[in-house]
């Protein structure tokens, strides 16, 4: 049985200008001890996604299927997803700065969540906090666990934050772009911890980021998010080696490269995220697709592409795929 | 935080003097003359002059000044010879009217001020919080448009119709309780709460809209914050989220605005202690603004003034103390 199996899942937001659909229809699996990348652009729909299957969604509509170690959690009682977050599924967000709470100290914080899951004293629960705080690379974790999180600094504040995650020795961890708000060298070290954690405690890992370098260190497979939906899926290496979207092909092309001649500029893919309020009918990628511009097809607007499998755990939505691969 | 400390009672300090130093020119570009007011109605121009003389009107300015600023710490001693008067610290002069000290006068009146604010802000926290808090946990439904619907409606009441409706009501339709009247606490505490209620809510309905619409305002807005999600992230119960983790940083404004409003009416809530002859500082000013007493004037001004530098003082203290982010200034 997979650690967690998503089917179907989609969140549809009620607002004053209308609906927007969010995320429309994903599947993905994450193993015990693998790391799963979603990638994307702003608004692709990452963390809604994380959100959803978090259970945090409030006043959205989630639909499809999530499954977590064989247990449904979409539509299942609040109070059991309740115990499940923080203890078996644990989240790390973006900027720990605002993520933490400023009145209370990151021992306190992360000393709670332990309480909550484990009972025990309000002792224990402190050495724990201690204890965890030293597993993520923080010094004098004592003293520092008596600190608010302004007086951390931000790649401190981040291993604090996945301490909190890692406190209550969850199963799976989702981290929703963990590096994005530090400075590059911190990023790798941030980023290396985690992948460290991971594979020490065996756990899976979901970890969603607009940027594919962080995938390519870490990633077993990879989803590729686009207006809501996945582009594509695959393993990471074949992704890399084979890239069959030609969104992703545009997210590889603008990743800057060390062999590229000096002087080249990055090639960042031409044109806008599609408004999530009225998304372009068709493949909502086709307005910017480079292939569509140079092959343009009627099916490319008619109807939404569904993911294809192309190769052994290689997906791809593209009306174009015989095209771009031929 | 010494240091702190220290910076800010100079400037309250400095606040202070800039205040009595205003007051003082206003009433000294006023055309009464206080000699004639202190002597009273048959008085000859040679009294007056010697009056005068007395109380050193005919000074420059800014030895009156000094020796006002002066008096407050050390005591200062007026008249000289067979009618000179020491005036013991903290000295603010005499009444015209009445001809006792200024101090005597305010600290008689302060418990009866005290008694209306206190009382009525713990009203207007209790009706306003709630209110509030229910407001931003229920958003959008009709019990938060019926509570936002009813705080414009109450915020736009003027204190004396709201007094003069409940006055009419309670007492002389209703007959539930005489006229109300002052009675200390220390005196009998069962009459104290039952003659403060009608001022009490007078005062504190206004007030409970206004803080009502602030608390949702600010719940809402933290309710929405990243470290508010993360708390439910780590599986803790609802009421846990709101809480500690929600409620803590939206009363902070709040509390904010509480030492402000308090501060404000400790020396005296001028309409609803008129509106109910209550004896307090509010109505001590109003009344002597009509007869233009000047010492009582200018000592009710000084005293409106310390409370709400203070109060200011008190509010930052207690930010820092909530707010950890706030400590390092
Ligand atoms: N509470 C909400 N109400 C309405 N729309 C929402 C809400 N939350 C997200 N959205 C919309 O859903 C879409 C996807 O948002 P999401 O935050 O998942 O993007 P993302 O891929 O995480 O982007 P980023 O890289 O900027 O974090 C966006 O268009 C956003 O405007
Ligand atoms: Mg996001």
């Given amino acids: ?326 | 935080m010494t240091g702190f400390l220290l910076r800010r009672l100079l400037g309250i300090a400095g606040t202070l003097l800039v205040i009595c130093a205003l007051t003082f020119a206003v009433f000294y570009l006023l055309p009464s003359d206080p000699a004639a007011q202190f002597c009273g109605k048959d008085c000859s121009a040679d009294r007056i002059v010697m009056v005068r003389q007395q109380m050193g009107l005919d000074d420059p300015l800014i030895v009156q000044f000094g020796r006002y600023v002066l008096g407050i710490f050390a005591g200062q001693t007026l008249g000289s010879g067979q009618y000179a008067v020491h005036c013991g610290f903290p000295c603010f002069g005499y009444s015209f009217q009445s001809g006792q000290p200024v101090w005597d006068l305010m600290l008689d009146r302060l418990p009866a001020s005290a008694s209306l604010a206190l009382g009525a802000a713990v009203l207007w926290l209790l009706l306003g919080l709630s209110a509030g808090l229910l407001s931003a946990l229920r958003r959008n439904t009709w019990v938060d448009r019926t509570v936002m619907v009813a705080t414009i409606g109450i915020a736009a009441l003027p204190v004396y119709f709201t007094a003069m409706l409940l006055l009419y009501v309670v007492v002389t339709v209703l007959g539930l309780m005489p006229y109300p009247r002052y009675i200390a606490f220390g005196e009998d505490p069962v009459g104290w709460i039952r003659n403060l209620i009608l001022p009490w809510i007078t005062l504190a309905l206004t007030f409970a809209a206004i803080y009502a619409r602030m608390t949702r305002n600010s719940v809402i807005e933290t309710m929405a914050e990243p470290y508010v999600r993360t708390a439910r992230a780590k599986g803790l119960r609802e009421r846990r989220v709101v809480g500690r983790h929600g409620l803590r940083p939206a009363l902070t404004p709040v509390a904010t605005m509480l030492g402000m409003d308090l501060g404000g009416l400790l020396a005296g809530a001028l309409i609803t202690e008129s509106l109910f002859s209550l004896p307090g500082v509010g109505k001590l000013f109003a009344d002597s603004l009509n007869k233009a007493d000047q010492p009582v004037i200018m000592g009710i001004t000084l005293l409106a003034s310390f409370f709400i530098v203070t109060s200011n003082l008190v509010v930052d203290l207690v930010y820092a103390w909530i707010d950890p982010r706030a400590r390092l200034t």
């Fill in chain 1, 1 to 326: 049985m997979s650690l967690l199996e998503v089917r179907g899942l989609a969140v549809e937001f009620d607002t004053a200008e209308g609906p927007v659909r969010a995320v429309r229809g994903i599947d993905f699996t994450v193993e015990r001890g693998r790391t799963l990348g979603i990638v994307g652009e702003s608004g692709s729909g990452k963390s809604v996604t994380s959100l959803a299957v978090m259970g945090l969604h409030r006043g959205a509509a989630v639909t499809g299927s999530v499954r977590f170690d064989g247990t449904e959690l979409i539509g299942a009682p609040e109070e059991s997803v309740r115990r499940l977050r923080g203890r078996r599924i644990a989240m790390v967000f973006q900027d720990a700065l605002t993520a933490l709470h400023p009145y209370f100290t990151i021992g306190d914080q992360i000393a709670e969540a332990y309480r909550e899951h484990h009972g025990g004293s309000r002792k224990a629960a402190r050495a724990r906090a201690v204890e965890v705080l030293g597993d993520v690379g923080i010094p004098d974790p004592a003293r520092r666990a008596r600190e608010h999180p302004h007086q951390f600094s931000g790649g401190m504040r981040q291993r604090a934050m996945i301490a909190l995650a890692l406190s209550c020795e969850p199963d799976l961890i989702i981290a929703d772009e963990p590096t994005t708000a530090l400075d590059v060298t911190v990023q790798a070290q941030v980023l290396d911890l985690l992948a460290g954690q991971q594979q020490a405690r065996g756990l899976g890992l979901v970890l969603i980021t607009h940027d594919l370098g962080v995938i390519a260190r870490i990633a077993d497979e990879v989803l590729v998010m686009y207006g809501g939906s996945a582009a594509e899926q695959a393993p990471a290496d074949r992704l890399f080696t084979a890239p069959r979207h030609p969104y992703t092909r545009g997210l590889l092309d603008s990743l800057p490269r060390l062999d590229a001649p000096e002087g080249e500029p990055l090639r960042a893919i031409p044109g806008s995220p599609p408004s999530p309020l009225a998304p372009p009918p068709g493949c909502a990628f086709h307005p910017r697709c480079a292939v569509y511009a140079e092959h343009g097809s009627p099916l490319c607007t008619a109807d939404r592409p569904l993911l294809r499998l192309v190769a052994e755990g290689h997906r791809n939505a593209c009306a174009l795929d015989e095209v771009t691969t031929g």
